[in-house]
Protein backbone atom coordinates (compact mmCIF):
# COMPACT_ATOMS: atom_id res chain seq x y z
CA UNK A 1 0.00 0.00 0.00
CA UNK A 2 1.38 3.11 -1.24
CA UNK A 3 2.20 5.69 1.62
CA UNK A 4 1.83 9.76 2.22
CA UNK A 5 4.21 11.87 4.45
CA UNK A 6 2.27 13.55 7.55
CA UNK A 7 2.48 17.60 6.82
CA UNK A 8 3.04 18.28 10.37
CA UNK A 9 5.28 15.62 12.06
CA UNK A 10 7.13 14.25 8.29
CA UNK A 11 6.26 10.44 9.34
CA UNK A 12 5.38 8.21 6.72
CA UNK A 13 2.11 6.64 6.99
CA UNK A 14 0.28 3.83 5.53
CA UNK A 15 -2.67 5.29 3.36
CA UNK A 16 -5.78 4.54 5.69
CA UNK A 17 -3.64 4.10 8.53
CA UNK A 18 -5.10 6.36 11.46
CA UNK A 19 -3.01 8.88 12.55
CA UNK A 20 -3.88 11.71 15.14
CA UNK A 21 -0.40 13.69 15.65
CA UNK A 22 -1.77 16.62 15.56
CA UNK A 23 -4.94 16.22 17.48
CA UNK A 24 -5.42 18.28 20.87
CA UNK A 25 -8.19 20.13 22.06
CA UNK A 26 -9.55 23.68 23.32
CA UNK A 27 -8.74 22.39 27.25
CA UNK A 28 -4.93 20.83 26.82
CA UNK A 29 -4.09 24.05 25.26
CA UNK A 30 -5.36 26.72 27.68
CA UNK A 31 -5.32 24.24 30.64
CA UNK A 32 -1.88 26.25 32.31
CA UNK A 33 -3.30 29.93 31.34
CA UNK A 34 -3.25 32.10 34.21
CA UNK A 35 -6.20 33.87 35.26
CA UNK A 36 -5.45 37.06 33.17
CA UNK A 37 -4.58 34.99 30.24
CA UNK A 38 -7.30 32.79 30.32
CA UNK A 39 -10.25 35.79 30.58
CA UNK A 40 -8.45 37.48 27.70
CA UNK A 41 -9.04 33.93 25.89
CA UNK A 42 -12.76 33.81 26.67
CA UNK A 43 -13.28 36.99 25.67
CA UNK A 44 -11.40 36.59 22.09
CA UNK A 45 -13.63 32.97 21.96
CA UNK A 46 -16.75 35.14 22.59
CA UNK A 47 -16.30 37.59 20.06
CA UNK A 48 -15.23 35.42 17.49
CA UNK A 49 -18.42 33.12 17.90
CA UNK A 50 -20.58 36.52 17.64
CA UNK A 51 -19.21 37.25 14.48
CA UNK A 52 -21.42 34.20 13.02
CA UNK A 53 -21.07 29.97 11.77
CA UNK A 54 -17.86 29.18 11.86
CA UNK A 55 -15.54 26.23 13.35
CA UNK A 56 -13.46 26.40 16.52
CA UNK A 57 -10.99 23.60 16.91
CA UNK A 58 -7.64 23.03 18.08
CA UNK A 59 -4.94 21.39 16.00
CA UNK A 60 -1.18 21.48 17.03
CA UNK A 61 -0.48 24.21 19.45
CA UNK A 62 -3.33 26.60 18.29
CA UNK A 63 -6.94 27.24 18.36
CA UNK A 64 -8.06 27.60 14.47
CA UNK A 65 -11.00 29.81 13.91
CA UNK A 66 -12.67 29.05 10.41
CA UNK A 67 -15.07 29.89 7.69
CA UNK A 68 -14.37 27.51 4.66
CA UNK A 69 -10.38 28.94 5.36
CA UNK A 70 -8.99 29.91 8.36
CA UNK A 71 -9.34 33.23 9.36
CA UNK A 72 -7.11 33.54 12.46
CA UNK A 73 -5.66 31.56 14.90
CA UNK A 74 -4.48 31.81 18.61
CA UNK A 75 -1.19 30.43 19.66
CA UNK A 76 -1.48 30.37 23.99
CA UNK A 77 1.99 31.01 25.07
CA UNK A 78 3.02 31.09 29.16
CA UNK A 79 3.52 35.22 29.35
CA UNK A 80 0.75 35.86 26.34
CA UNK A 81 -1.53 34.95 23.74
CA UNK A 82 -0.20 35.30 20.21
CA UNK A 83 -2.78 36.01 17.89
CA UNK A 84 -3.05 35.62 13.99
CA UNK A 85 -5.35 37.99 12.07
CA UNK A 86 -5.27 36.80 8.27
CA UNK A 87 -5.68 40.33 5.90
CA UNK A 88 -5.77 41.68 2.60
CA UNK A 89 -3.96 44.02 3.43
CA UNK A 90 -0.72 45.16 5.62
CA UNK A 91 -1.75 46.92 8.82
CA UNK A 92 0.21 49.41 11.39
CA UNK A 93 0.08 50.10 14.69
CA UNK A 94 1.71 49.24 17.88
CA UNK A 95 -0.99 46.25 18.45
CA UNK A 96 1.00 44.77 15.43
CA UNK A 97 4.31 42.56 16.60
CA UNK A 98 5.24 41.22 13.10
CA UNK A 99 3.57 40.75 9.99
CA UNK A 100 4.41 38.12 7.06
CA UNK A 101 2.79 37.40 3.06
CA UNK A 102 0.72 34.18 4.12
CA UNK A 103 -0.68 33.45 0.23
CA UNK A 104 -1.09 36.25 -2.76
CA UNK A 105 -3.71 37.33 -1.25
CA UNK A 106 -3.49 37.46 2.30
CA UNK A 107 -0.96 39.17 5.12
CA UNK A 108 -0.88 37.24 8.65
CA UNK A 109 -0.70 39.72 11.60
CA UNK A 110 0.94 38.94 15.09
CA UNK A 111 -0.84 40.10 18.10
CA UNK A 112 0.08 40.02 21.73
CA UNK A 113 -2.79 39.55 23.85
CA UNK A 114 -2.11 39.91 28.21
CA UNK A 115 -5.33 40.77 28.98
CA UNK A 116 -9.01 40.98 28.40
CA UNK A 117 -8.69 45.14 28.41
CA UNK A 118 -6.84 44.23 24.83
CA UNK A 119 -9.60 42.23 23.25
CA UNK A 120 -11.18 45.51 22.05
CA UNK A 121 -10.93 47.57 18.95
CA UNK A 122 -8.81 47.76 17.08
CA UNK A 123 -7.87 44.48 17.58
CA UNK A 124 -11.69 42.98 17.66
CA UNK A 125 -12.68 45.27 14.09
CA UNK A 126 -9.46 43.25 12.59
CA UNK A 127 -11.20 40.04 13.58
CA UNK A 128 -14.34 40.94 12.29
CA UNK A 129 -12.82 42.21 8.94
CA UNK A 130 -10.90 38.74 8.45
CA UNK A 131 -14.17 36.80 9.05
CA UNK A 132 -15.65 39.04 6.86
CA UNK A 133 -13.69 38.74 4.04
CA UNK A 134 -11.96 35.27 4.40
CA UNK A 135 -14.37 33.64 1.54
CA UNK A 136 -13.13 36.60 -1.18
CA UNK A 137 -9.28 36.14 -0.10
CA UNK A 138 -9.40 32.02 0.13
CA UNK A 139 -11.00 32.91 -3.85
CA UNK A 140 -7.81 34.71 -4.55
CA UNK A 141 -10.05 37.99 -5.01
CA UNK A 142 -7.90 41.20 -3.96
CA UNK A 143 -10.13 42.27 -0.58
CA UNK A 144 -9.35 46.49 -1.54
CA UNK A 145 -10.51 47.92 -5.11
CA UNK A 146 -10.33 51.46 -6.18
CA UNK A 147 -13.38 53.91 -6.30
CA UNK A 148 -13.88 56.40 -9.06
CA UNK A 149 -11.81 58.99 -6.43
CA UNK A 150 -8.96 56.37 -6.00
CA UNK A 151 -10.02 56.14 -2.45
CA UNK A 152 -9.65 52.44 -1.20
CA UNK A 153 -12.59 50.72 -0.14
CA UNK A 154 -12.89 47.37 1.79
CA UNK A 155 -15.36 45.38 1.15
CA UNK A 156 -18.15 45.42 3.94
CA UNK A 157 -17.71 49.02 4.09
CA UNK A 158 -20.45 51.12 4.65
CA UNK A 159 -21.67 54.29 3.04
CA UNK A 160 -21.45 57.46 5.76
CA UNK A 161 -24.65 58.03 7.55
CA UNK A 162 -26.00 61.03 8.12
CA UNK A 163 -26.08 62.97 11.14
CA UNK A 164 -28.97 61.82 13.70
CA UNK A 165 -29.37 62.51 16.75
CA UNK A 166 -26.81 62.99 19.61
CA UNK A 167 -26.76 59.38 21.06
CA UNK A 168 -27.97 58.40 24.55
CA UNK A 169 -25.32 59.03 27.58
CA UNK A 170 -25.69 58.89 31.08
CA UNK A 171 -24.26 62.24 32.92
CA UNK A 172 -23.34 60.58 36.54
CA UNK A 173 -27.48 59.27 37.37
CA UNK A 174 -27.04 55.60 36.72
CA UNK A 175 -23.57 55.08 37.44
CA UNK A 176 -24.37 56.46 40.75
CA UNK A 177 -27.16 54.54 41.53
CA UNK A 178 -25.07 51.24 40.65
CA UNK A 179 -21.87 52.49 42.68
CA UNK A 180 -24.31 52.98 45.66
CA UNK A 181 -25.29 49.66 45.17
CA UNK A 182 -22.39 47.96 44.43
CA UNK A 183 -20.29 49.82 47.35
CA UNK A 184 -22.84 47.72 49.87
CA UNK A 185 -21.36 44.39 49.13
CA UNK A 186 -18.03 43.89 51.11
CA UNK A 187 -15.01 43.79 48.96
CA UNK A 188 -16.12 45.10 45.96
CA UNK A 189 -13.54 47.02 43.98
CA UNK A 190 -14.07 49.36 40.96
CA UNK A 191 -11.35 49.79 38.59
CA UNK A 192 -12.04 51.19 34.62
CA UNK A 193 -12.31 48.28 32.20
CA UNK A 194 -12.61 48.93 27.95
CA UNK A 195 -13.23 52.61 29.44
CA UNK A 196 -16.23 51.94 31.20
CA UNK A 197 -16.75 51.70 35.09
CA UNK A 198 -16.29 48.09 35.96
CA UNK A 199 -17.13 45.86 39.34
CA UNK A 200 -14.54 43.06 40.96
CA UNK A 201 -15.44 40.53 43.34
CA UNK A 202 -11.99 41.67 43.92
CA UNK A 203 -10.60 39.10 41.85
CA UNK A 204 -13.39 38.46 38.80
CA UNK A 205 -15.85 40.79 36.77
CA UNK A 206 -19.02 40.91 38.19
CA UNK A 207 -20.47 44.00 36.79
CA UNK A 208 -19.93 46.21 34.09
CA UNK A 209 -21.35 49.61 33.41
CA UNK A 210 -22.14 50.80 29.55
CA UNK A 211 -22.52 53.99 28.87
CA UNK A 212 -23.85 54.27 25.25
CA UNK A 213 -20.63 51.70 24.57
CA UNK A 214 -19.33 51.75 20.93
CA UNK A 215 -22.26 54.12 20.34
CA UNK A 216 -24.80 50.78 21.09
CA UNK A 217 -27.85 53.31 22.28
CA UNK A 218 -27.80 51.38 25.76
CA UNK A 219 -27.17 53.18 29.59
CA UNK A 220 -26.86 49.78 31.00
CA UNK A 221 -25.78 47.27 33.44
CA UNK A 222 -24.30 44.43 32.25
CA UNK A 223 -24.21 41.49 34.63
CA UNK A 224 -24.06 37.34 34.53
CA UNK A 225 -27.17 35.32 35.01
CA UNK A 226 -27.73 31.52 35.96
CA UNK A 227 -28.50 29.06 32.92
CA UNK A 228 -31.34 29.67 30.96
CA UNK A 229 -32.21 33.00 32.83
CA UNK A 230 -31.12 35.55 29.98
CA UNK A 231 -33.84 34.21 27.79
CA UNK A 232 -36.55 33.95 30.55
CA UNK A 233 -35.53 38.07 31.06
CA UNK A 234 -35.55 38.40 27.55
CA UNK A 235 -38.37 37.22 26.28
CA UNK A 236 -40.61 38.92 29.47
CA UNK A 237 -39.27 42.33 29.21
CA UNK A 238 -37.27 42.56 25.52
CA UNK A 239 -37.07 46.58 26.52
CA UNK A 240 -35.95 45.93 29.62
CA UNK A 241 -33.09 43.64 28.93
CA UNK A 242 -30.91 42.78 25.91
CA UNK A 243 -28.57 40.03 25.08
CA UNK A 244 -25.31 42.09 25.17
CA UNK A 245 -21.86 41.33 22.63
CA UNK A 246 -18.74 39.54 23.64
CA UNK A 247 -20.34 38.08 27.49
CA UNK A 248 -23.94 37.76 26.29
CA UNK A 249 -22.49 34.00 24.48
CA UNK A 250 -21.76 33.29 28.34
CA UNK A 251 -25.12 34.11 29.54
CA UNK A 252 -24.67 37.68 30.58
CA UNK A 253 -27.43 40.13 30.59
CA UNK A 254 -27.93 43.54 29.65
CA UNK A 255 -29.98 45.80 32.10
CA UNK A 256 -31.69 49.08 30.64
CA UNK A 257 -31.02 51.31 33.47
CA UNK A 258 -33.56 53.75 33.16
CA UNK A 259 -36.43 51.04 32.92
CA UNK A 260 -35.61 49.26 36.76
CA UNK A 261 -35.86 50.79 40.35
CA UNK A 262 -33.30 50.30 42.77
CA UNK A 263 -34.87 47.12 44.74
CA UNK A 264 -34.75 45.19 41.12
CA UNK A 265 -31.71 46.57 40.29
CA UNK A 266 -29.98 45.77 43.95
CA UNK A 267 -31.42 42.30 43.15
CA UNK A 268 -29.91 41.59 39.95
CA UNK A 269 -26.46 42.94 41.39
CA UNK A 270 -26.58 41.28 44.32
CA UNK A 271 -27.32 38.06 42.42
CA UNK A 272 -24.74 38.74 39.92
CA UNK A 273 -22.02 39.13 42.76
CA UNK A 274 -23.21 35.75 44.36
CA UNK A 275 -22.88 33.80 40.86
CA UNK A 276 -19.55 35.15 40.14
CA UNK A 277 -17.86 34.11 43.78
CA UNK A 278 -19.80 31.15 43.69
CA UNK A 279 -17.82 29.98 40.26
CA UNK A 280 -14.66 31.26 41.73
CA UNK A 281 -15.10 28.95 44.59
CA UNK A 282 -16.01 25.56 42.58
CA UNK A 283 -13.02 26.25 40.22
CA UNK A 284 -10.78 26.23 43.45
CA UNK A 285 -11.96 22.79 44.10
Avoid at 103 to 110: C, E, R
Avoid at 173 to 179: A, S
Amino acid sequence: MSKRQCHHCKQWIERGEPHDCWTTTEDALTRGLSEDLREAWERLRETAAEFGPQRIYASGHAIMFSRKSCYCFVRPKKQYLQLCVFLGRALKGPQVSGTRQASKTKVAHLIRIKHRDEVEAPVTSWMREAYDTSHALSKGTPEVTKTKNSKTKAPGDRPPTKAGPAPKLDHGTQINRVRRICASIPGTIEKISHGEPTFFTPKRVFAMFSNNHHGDGHVALLVPAGPGVQAALIEEAPDVYYRPPYVGVSGWVGVELKKVDDEQLGALIREAYRIITSNSSKSKR
